[in-house]
């Protein structure tokens, strides 16, 4: 057993209670005073009984369990786990802006409402749209919202029988997703050699039953697609929209735009380019932003700003919206920490951050270029944008080590795994994404490590299938667990007998 390992089977908090321990229950004096109704007030509260350092203890074991972002790299391709700085953590959690509730007046949310409008010109600026709407909690829940205004879009337009979304087999998961969702057919169009969409597919997928093309550029290989303006230009006149997926703009923010290229749709995953860190479910924030023509559907309400009176406030008067797809204004948290990071950032700072990602990207890309094991199944000559996908498949071939093992294994190395077999595309695949904000040092450490897993794959493959042996939990059985999942504390000291 292992230190992390002993620490985990050290009692929990629930375990260490003692009656009287804690800080005694508030008093009745105090109970009285908050006038709390009767009929509110439990009798009895289960909670542990345990002293505060037992308590600092519990949770910073627990943090010390799980791999964050805080705890090491991370180079979890597609989804831009980069450090995010903490100032921005701490002014999203000031009292101000912690404990505002969306029910108060317009005249009293103010700084809140001008923080969101201002929020949204820089977003606009950032990928080149119209305007833009914060209202999506998560990237998926963006291309929801696009899905419907594209919807709402055609049927504007009299064209309700553009009932085809078009999707390349790279995109991410929930690009099919969103537009099953959103009542439209999925048609699926395959990668070319070099790792692009297919043009002359993508020629024939298209019709009059066209709605839209989802596209993420860079792709989810990393790669930019280089015939954008051809693309953008037959789905144009083909009367489609087109729709970005932007959810990662760490690759080319302050370099090209999304607009540019000709998108009329995109959206943002605030929680990966934008100082939210995530993982876990949340809280995220899918912005989207749109073309003057669709400015008509966004959903309500809409963050105006009155001049004359100088004063901001919600518009719900737009009769072409497509409603409502949240309960209130999105997770605005998360809207003060990208606020927060664009201001601390500027143009050039955000423009540098894309630089040093791709850098990055390309640095472990050469690096790992010439180690026998790992291979690039499509365009090794162009360089690659934020992330970089490398298939192990010649080392399975060679070894029967899987790119699970390799992931499991990197962990004891400290660092987590990239993200593997994403996009299915390519086989045993590791999605790299170093981010900009790792020293070359770090990068150095794991491509050593990479190239270690390599010599012991062929020398003690058993280590690596076993893997990992320096963490809390060991490797999982990831079957059992989905069949017989022990989803509370009750239910594992249960089995635990
Ligand atoms: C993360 C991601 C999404 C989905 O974003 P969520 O916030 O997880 O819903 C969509 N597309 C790409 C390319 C992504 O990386």
């Not at 205004?149 to 049927?155: L, T």
């Not at 070894?399 to 795994?417: C, N, Q």
Request: aromatic residues 8%.
């Amino acid at each position: 057993m292992n230190y992390q390992q002993a620490r985990w089977a050290e009692p929990l908090i629930f375990e260490l209670s003692k009656l009287g321990r804690a800080w005694p229950p508030p008093s009745e004096k105090l109970l009285k005073s908050v006038n709390i109704p009767k009929k509110l007030l439990r009798r009895r509260l289960e909670l542990p009984e345990v002293s505060e350092p037992q308590v600092v203890r519990h949770y910073t074991r627990l943090s010390q369990m799980n791999w964050g972002v805080d705890s090491g790299f991370y180079p979890l391709g597609s989804c831009t786990m980069k450090y995010n700085p903490k100032i921005c953590e701490e002014l999203a959690g000031l009292e101000t802006v912690a404990c505002i509730h969306p029910h108060q007046s317009e005249d009293t949310v103010q700084g809140a409402l001008e923080l969101m409008y201002k929020l949204e010109k820089y977003l606009a600026e950032i990928a080149g749209v119209s305007r833009v709407t914060l209202h999506p909690s998560a990237g998926a829940h963006g291309e929801f919202l696009g899905m419907h205004i594209i919807r709402a879009y055609h049927r504007f337009k009299e064209e309700g029988q553009r009932t085809e979304v078009i999707v390349p087999d790279s995109a991410h998961g929930t690009n099919f997703a969103s537009a099953a969702m959103a009542g439209f057919n999925v048609v699926v169009v395959p990668s070319d050699v070099r790792g692009r969409v297919d043009l002359d597919a993508l020629k024939n997928a298209v019709s009059d039953r066209t709605a839209a093309l989802m596209l993420t550029n860079p792709n989810t290989l990393g790669l930019f697609e280089d015939q954008i303006l051809e693309i953008t230009d037959i789905f144009h006149s083909a009367g489609g929209i087109l729709y970005h997926d932007g959810a990662n703009l760490n690759g080319i923010m302050g370099k090209t735009r999304p607009g540019d290229m000709g998108f009329d749709i995109v959206h943002y995953n605030l929680h990966k380019t934008f100082s939210t860190p995530h993982g876990g479910g949340g809280p995220g924030s899918g912005p989207i932003g749109v073309t003057r023509e669709l400015e008509r559907f966004l959903p309500v309400p809409v963050v105006e700003y009155d001049q004359k009176h100088n004063r901001y406030y919600l518009d719900y008067d737009r009769p072409d919206s497509i409603g409502k797809i949240n309960g209130f204004y999105g997770n605005f948290g998360v809207l003060v920490k990208a606020y927060a990071y664009i201001l601390l950032m500027g143009a050039d700072g955000l423009t540098e951050a894309a630089e040093t990602a791709t850098l990055n990207a390309n640095y472990i890309m050469r690096k790992l270029l010439g180690v026998k094991g790992y291979e690039l199944k499509f365009d090794s000559e162009r360089p690659c944008k934020h992330e970089v996908a490398f298939s192990a498949e010649p080392l399975k071939r060679e070894t029967g080590v899987t790119v699970r093992d390799i992931a499991k294994r990197l962990l004891d190395y400290g660092v987590h795994a990239p993200t593997y077999y994403f996009p299915p595309i390519v086989p045993e695949v590791l999605m790299i994404e170093p981010t900009e904000t790792e020293p070359k040092e770090e990068l150095d450490h794991f491509v050593d490590a990479l190239k270690a897993i390599v010599e012991e794959a062929r020398s003690r493959p058993e280590k690596l299938r076993t893997a990992p042996h320096a963490t809390a939990i060991g490797r999982l059985d990831e079957v059992k667990a989905s069949r017989e999942p022990v989803l509370s504390w009750r239910m594992h000291r249960r089995l635990k007998g």
